[in-house]
């Protein structure tokens, strides 16, 4: 069975008035998406011993996320303050806590027993993608950083995620090809409430959103990249893969947080 681990950054997303927090950070988001498609999945990355770390992991184990290398370090998890306007999650600031950290001799032969290795821009492990590419394919969500960043990567990167909902359709498709000309196996663009695009051997495919009403967008494109990362790995074609990433989308924008789980964060509300 294909198997899929996210590595990096988490976080505890508080939100501006009502002050609850819900799991988050991209690469949690990932994997929670990518089990929920039906994908076995795993999460590597740093938690603070605080309530917080411990919501995170129960979230994670209640989602059937595997966390055999999840750290459990003294301090704080991260957490950051959002605020919701219209739909659409607003970051305010936060902390990274102890989230940052390097992957060991010791990780990098867990994550050779994975077919894939996601990541991303916020979870601070760019130094080491040639090291992970080395044992494993890797998706890399590049959200909105420009070329000089993604040049320095991508040539190490299997699939390459890029959030294009803030660029016109024709950007957007420009978007795409830039990167498919830079060698990934798979481009896949967020374009917000326009839907997505995935680019597969220079082949365009793109799905109009499904969902009906926004609550709260954040996480939406976390469970985009799950759904579609768990379709491509299980077999099926560019379009069903799309397609249940953004069924997965759909629902993560009905409601708070990026998958549920809401909790009263108590000491983290008392630093906003």
């Known amino acids: 069975m294909m198997s899929l681990v996210c590595a990096g950054d988490n976080v505890v997303d508080i939100y501006q008035g009502t002050g609850e927090g819900y799991p988050g950070g991209n690469a949690v988001n990932v994997s929670v998406a990518a089990r929920r498609a039906g994908l076995t999945s795993a999460y590597l990355g740093a938690v603070g011993d605080d309530d917080a770390g411990r919501r995170l992991i129960a979230a994670l184990t209640a989602e059937a996320v595997a966390t055999d290398r999840l750290r459990v370090l003294s301090g704080s998890t991260a957490w950051c303050e959002v605020q919701v306007v219209d739909g659409d999650r607003q970051f305010l600031g936060g902390d990274l806590g102890v989230s940052k950290f390097d992957l060991s001799?010791?990780?990098?032969?867990?994550?050779?027993?994975?077919?894939?290795?996601?990541?991303?821009?916020?979870?601070?492990?760019?130094?080491?993608?040639?090291d992970i590419a080395e044992v494993t394919k890797v998706s890399f969500d590049f959200g909105s950083r420009p070329w000089n960043y993604v040049d320095d990567l991508i040539g190490h990167v299997w699939c390459a995620c890029f959030s294009g909902g803030h660029l016109p359709p024709e950007a957007a498709i420009a978007l795409a090809d830039q990167a498919a000309a830079r060698g990934p196996a798979a481009v896949l663009v967020s374009e917000g409430a326009r839907g997505a695009r995935l680019v597969i051997d220079g082949v365009h495919v793109a799905v109009a959103s499904q969902a009906t009403s926004v609550t709260?967008?954040?996480?939406?494109?976390?469970?985009?990249?799950?759904?579609?990362?768990?379709?491509?790995?299980?077999?099926?074609?560019?379009?069903?893969?799309?397609?249940?990433?953004?069924?997965?989308?759909?629902?993560?924008?009905?409601?708070?947080?990026?998958?549920?789980?809401?909790f009263d964060p108590g000491s983290i509300d008392a630093q906003l």
């Open 105 to 130: 001799a010791d990780d990098l032969a867990y994550v050779s027993g994975f077919d894939v290795l996601h990541t991303g821009d916020n979870s601070h492990l760019e130094t080491q993608l040639a």
């Open 216 to 262: 709260d967008s954040l996480g939406a494109g976390d469970a985009l990249i799950g759904g579609v990362l768990s379709g491509l790995m299980r077999g099926q074609s560019p379009l069903q893969a799309l397609q249940a990433g953004t069924t997965l989308a759909a629902h993560t924008v009905s409601h708070f947080g990026a998958f549920g789980y809401g």
